[in-house]
């Protein structure tokens, strides 16, 4: 006679024994999911953000780290566009992992603060020469007539920048460009983490862990994390 285990299969990502650490878990279903090649941007997440008075906003960014160890991950965007704005006022945020193929998800919530400018200088620098012109160029979320004064205003950041465009489709990933001071990288720190994984009949496998997380001085110091199995 079959078991109830047999029906709903009882196979589980997450162990009976839930670690003390959730970003494991994350970095593990992320590798699995970049190691498919069926998804193009596994690292992508949503980004839920907020205005002091609750209204919400919600778009896609890219995951350009993660620090297991401490429990944050990074993002970059332009600072003076709507989820920078909303950060700057209300600096608590979601992001959302979702990998469809592999029917699982992870959900973090948290603390969001700006990454230090060191960091966010090298990643700049390491990105190709036709985004960090853009970065320029782009008032992220300000309105313009067209795709041609788009165009335009970047022609017009190359020259106020002292380059060409000639010059920079023969080399300008080896052309210095500064960083723009309105553009940058955000670290969230993780107060929760919620891993989901689909399972048979819709008996699906969720687990959350929880930690107090205090900014004093610019520094973040970050409780133990407690876990707990939940109902799907």
């Not at 190691?35 to 953000?49: C, G, I, V």
């Not at 230090?116 to 008032?139: K, L, M």
């Not at 465009?165 to 960083?179: C, F, T």
């Not at 983490?193 to 862990?209: F, L, Q």
Request: charged share 25%; aromatic share 8%; net charge neutral.
């Amino acid at each position: 006679m079959p078991s109830i285990a047999d029906v709903f299969d009882g196979k589980s990502p997450l162990p009976d024994q839930l670690p003390d650490n959730p970003f494991p878990i994350l970095q593990d279903w992320l590798e699995g999911a970049w190691s498919r090649k069926d998804q193009p941007n596994p690292h992508s997440m949503a980004l839920a953000t907020a205005t002091p008075e609750g209204s919400p906003s919600v778009r896609m960014v890219l995951c350009k780290h993660i620090d297991p160890d401490q429990g944050y991950v990074v993002f970059y965007t332009n600072y003076r566009s709507r989820k920078g704005r909303e950060l700057d006022a209300n600096p608590r945020a979601s992001v959302c992992f979702h990998w469809d193929h592999v029917e699982r998800q992870v959900r973090i919530e948290g603390i969001v603060v700006r990454s230090p400018a060191a960091e966010s200088d090298a990643y700049f620098a390491s990105r190709p020469w036709e985004s960090r012109i853009g970065a320029w160029a782009s008032d992220q979320s300000e309105p313009i007539a067209s795709r041609s004064a788009l165009l335009e205003k970047v022609m017009t950041r190359i020259g106020e920048l002292g380059l060409s465009l000639p010059a920079l489709m023969l080399s300008g990933n080896k052309v210095e460009i500064p960083r723009p001071p309105h553009w940058g990288g955000y670290r969230l720190w993780a107060t929760s983490v919620e891993c989901w994984a689909a399972g048979a009949g819709r008996i699906h496998d969720r687990a959350r862990w929880e930690r107090r997380v205090d900014q004093e001085d610019g520094t973040m110091r970050c409780g133990p994390w407690c876990s707990t199995r939940l109902q799907p």
